[in-house]
């Protein structure tokens, strides 16, 4: 069964956006589907990340097509700024400088609902031919970017065909959305594009269960819930680091910030010598200047190492050879639904996981249920010390371990599995 799956981003761009559709690309024909992969030709990939081209499987057909992107012209004016805003790092209102909210303003409110708007219409018009050409007979559109979801929109509406609407984040109720300088205007198109899309689309993909909740009262369409996952990374054998080393691998932005984290470590080696000697905090990717100056503010940047960003393959050794892996999710109510992929590659790494976010989220329910970790809200200091503490005892007994239990689930492949099968029904 041949299914056109729409993606902006896609091997080599580095990141978490390529890996969900690369790895069910990877294992889509032992599922009986054959897949057809639409991405740009030219695009302006904030991370770049030339390993993964070698997980795209032999004799995959992949169709690229040209795209205009205005971030070439913004360049002129900021190129930092510029690509600090395509990662995705934006400093607190207060640190914002005036180019970076001049350029917020016009991102939110002159390309709506994104900066990739621009390759809808080109899109439109080659797809169409190519299409009834190849004999397609289900197309699947990913977003963030949301104007991918636009190009399905409009191939549903011309040509009758099946559409997947699948949502890696959610739309208008994304962390970010409320630092784009919206006007009440520009606001209501983004919720009317939202509701027309899920209204449009014959089947919708999330990856949370919140996200779930919030588009079912938007819509009556059928909505599935297929998580991120992990999959079985051929690296060779990592020894574990011989110091207590907490890893964040992926971007830290400004409000991924826990300040109560760096004070509790900070008293920590104050008050243990040998926690002072052993304790090592890792941060592997982008990281904002608001996270770093509350690292310093408390003390802790002898204790700092920064990785920058690394390819997967490394970021999936870092995490095997660390002793705690911490996850940490904005404290808003609009993050809850967030469950980012490296959760469940934390999960399979073997490591214990420390988590923050905000009350309620799916990340909490996921950790308990599969016993990989701990999670904590922002404020539960006294909570959260004490595990650090647990966890360095464990660590100097030398019975520092994760006891994960039930992700055979989130395999890559189970999960490719159940899309293929969706694929399967919406297609009849």
Not at 38 to 57: G, H, I, M, Q, R
Not at 132 to 142: C, D, P, S
Not at 151 to 162: P, T
Not at 208 to 218: D, G
């Amino acid at each position: 069964m041949k299914t056109l799956i729409i993606t902006y981003y896609w091997p080599p761009s580095g990141g978490p956006g390529v890996q969900r559709w690369l790895k069910f690309v990877k294992y889509f024909k032992d599922f009986g589907i054959e897949p057809v992969v639409f991405a740009p030709k030219n695009p302006s990939y904030p991370l770049f990340d030339e390993s993964l081209c070698t997980e795209v499987p032999e004799g995959v057909t992949i169709v690229k097509h040209p795209i205009f992107e205005p971030y070439g012209f913004s360049k002129f004016f900021s190129r930092k700024e510029t690509k600090t805003i395509s990662k995705g790092i934006i400093a607190g209102k207060e640190k914002q400088s005036f180019m970076q909210k001049l350029l917020l303003y016009v991102r939110g409110n002159f390309f709506i609902p994104d900066a990739r708007k621009f390759w809808i219409k080109p899109s439109v018009r080659f797809l169409r031919a190519y299409i009834a050409e190849h004999n397609i007979e289900t197309i699947i559109t990913t977003g963030p970017p949301h104007s991918l979801h636009l190009i399905g929109k409009r191939l549903r509406q011309d040509l009758q065909i099946k559409w997947i609407a699948d949502f890696r984040d959610p739309w208008t109720t994304i962390g970010y959305h409320d630092k784009l300088k919206l006007t009440k205007r520009s606001f209501q198109k983004h919720k009317l594009l939202e509701k027309q899309v899920l209204q449009a689309a014959d089947h919708i993909v999330v990856t949370s269960f919140t996200t779930e909740k919030e588009f079912k009262q938007i819509t009556d369409k059928p909505i599935a819930v297929i998580t991120n996952g992990y999959d079985i990374e051929m690296t060779s054998e990592v020894p574990l680091d011989t110091k207590f080393t907490i890893s964040h691998i992926g971007s830290l932005l400004s409000g991924r910030n826990p300040e109560n984290l760096w004070k509790a470590l900070f008293e920590l080696t104050e008050e243990n010598k040998g926690f002072a000697e052993m304790f090592q905090l890792q941060l592997v990717g982008a990281i904002s200047d608001d996270v770093l100056d509350s690292i310093e503010g408390v003390g802790l940047s002898s204790f700092l190492s920064i990785k920058g960003y690394v390819s997967h393959e490394e970021a999936i050794s870092l995490q095997k050879s660390s002793q705690v892996l911490l996850l940490v999710e904005i404290d808003s109510e609009e993050t809850k639904c967030i469950i980012p992929g490296k959760l469940f590659e934390y999960m399979v790494s073997g490591r214990p996981i420390f988590a923050l976010g905000p009350k309620n989220a799916d990340i909490s329910k996921l950790i308990s249920e599969t016993n990989s970790g701990y999670f904590f809200e922002y404020e539960e200091y006294d909570k959260l010390k004490s595990q650090l503490k647990l966890y360095f005892k464990l660590f100097q007994e030398e019975k520092l371990m994760s006891q994960v239990s039930g992700i055979e689930k989130y395999s890559r492949r189970e999960l490719t599995k159940r899309m293929a099968q969706l694929i399967k029904e919406v297609s009849i």
